[in-house]
């Protein structure tokens, strides 16, 4: 597609529920990130994808996070047992180089809410 | 540790009014980039901008890397400038990733 998609751009869970958060990155983009923005902050690092290798995890907050693109391609981001401190906006970006990896283009976000 | 710190925190502005915006890294960054963020949230990237001085219409951006800052210049401000503008650097140092600074909330008046 033109830009990097996102899905769903709204979601309310219940404290406990498992969750699934979708990207589509811009086409033929090698790099791909996951960040995580709290309201009034500014977006913060998560998990970084060169095709489809999870090169760093190290900004995923504990092991009920989980992220894969096993095809080089779409991603997934997977919150399980969410927590009311999960609720966030969780932004996904592509960039067409890896290694130094250059300009970021990011999705619109999808908007989690944990009840 | 690694930090992007960005000043001012917030700014008000009447419409037809300059500004600068400064960040400041606390290490040697190999990518430096400047975001708006618009009041539905979409984070649209302005400048890829490592080293050196851009221009894009009424925007344009100075990195010094030697001295670890960069400025974003808006001119005849408009209030669909309006939102959170964010520098974000990707350090020296093999992190893989853009470190954020905390914003600068524009509001801009008619």
């Known amino acids: 597609g033109a830009g990097v998609s996102q899905s769903p751009r709204y979601k309310v869970a219940k404290r406990g529920q498992d969750v699934a958060l979708r990207c589509d990155p811009i086409?033929?983009?090698?790099?791909l990130f996951w960040y995580q923005q709290a309201l009034g902050q500014g977006p913060e690092f998560l998990t970084y994808?060169?095709?489809?290798?999870?090169?760093?995890k190290s900004g995923l907050p504990s092991d009920r996070f989980f992220a894969e693109r096993p095809e080089g391609s779409v991603s997934t981001l997977k919150i399980q047992r969410t927590q009311q401190e999960d609720s966030a906006v969780y932004l996904c970006?592509?960039?067409?180089?890896?290694?130094?990896?250059?300009?970021?283009?990011f999705g619109e976000g999808s908007r989690l809410t944990v009840l | 540790g690694i930090q992007v710190e960005q000043s001012p925190p917030d700014l008000i502005l009447q419409e037809g009014a300059n500004s600068t915006l400064r960040c400041n890294f606390s290490?040697?960054?190999?990518?430096l980039q400047w975001f708006h963020q618009n009041p539905w949230g979409q984070l649209i990237n302005l400048f890829y901008?490592?080293?050196g001085t851009k221009q894009n219409g009424r925007l344009s951006a100075t990195t010094v890397a030697t001295e670890r800052y960069s400025l974003l210049y808006i001119s005849s401000s408009q209030t669909t400038d309006s939102g959170v503008y964010f520098c974000?650097?990707?350090?020296?140092?093999?992190?893989?990733?853009?470190?954020f600074g905390a914003g600068t909330r524009l509001a801009v008046h008619p």
């Open positions: 290490d040697s960054v190999n990518n």
């Open positions: 970006a592509s960039s067409i180089r890896g290694g130094q990896f250059g300009e970021l283009f």
């Open positions: 901008i490592p080293s």
């Open positions: 994808f060169q095709n489809e290798a999870q090169l760093d």
């Open positions: 974000a650097g990707e350090f020296s140092g093999g992190y893989n990733k853009l470190i």
């Open positions: 086409s033929g983009h090698v790099s």
